[in-house]
Nanobody, 122 residues
Framework: QVQLVESGGGLVQPGGSLRLSCEAS?????????MAWYRQGPGKQRELVARINNDGTTNYADSVKGRFTISGDNAKNTVYLQMHSLKPEDTAGYLC???????????????WGQGTLVTISS
């Protein structure tokens, strides 16, 4: 069973930066179809922050455009989220998501990480 291991969360002052990482523990899958970061703030619904597809195309939530950058390293089965100019409203649990493709009966499998907490506060 593949697991996604996230790291990089923490407490940062407004205007600061953080870099989140997420690595898939199991390399038995054939390929990565897509990688993404979601977040869920206090009392809010889970929302897509950024996504990168296997063709390199990306999309971002309007609220993070120009401040966040998603990138992937398929050789390391790792996805990153570089966050700059952080705001208090970015405070949330950030969850890694991957869609993996297995060349067997499993086909496409969606996997979630446990989440890493990002707190923006002075």
């Amino acid at each position: 069973q593949v697991q996604l291991v996230e790291s990089g969360g923490g407490l940062v002052q407004p205007g600061g930066s953080l870099r989140l990482s997420c690595e898939a523990s199991d390399r038995a899958f054939f390929s990565v179809y897509a990688m993404a970061w979601y977040r869920q703030g206090p009392g809010k619904q889970r929302e897509l922050v950024a996504r990168i597809n296997n063709d390199g195309t990306t999309n971002y939530a309007d609220s993070v455009k120009g401040r966040f950058t998603i990138s992937g390293d398929n050789a390391k089965n790792t996805v990153y989220l570089q966050m700059h100019s952080l705001k208090p409203e970015d405070t949330a649990g950030y969850l890694c998501n991957m869609v993996l493709y297995y060349a067997d009966e499993r086909g496409y499998v969606e996997v979630w990480g446990q989440g890493t907490l990002v707190t923006i506060s002075s």
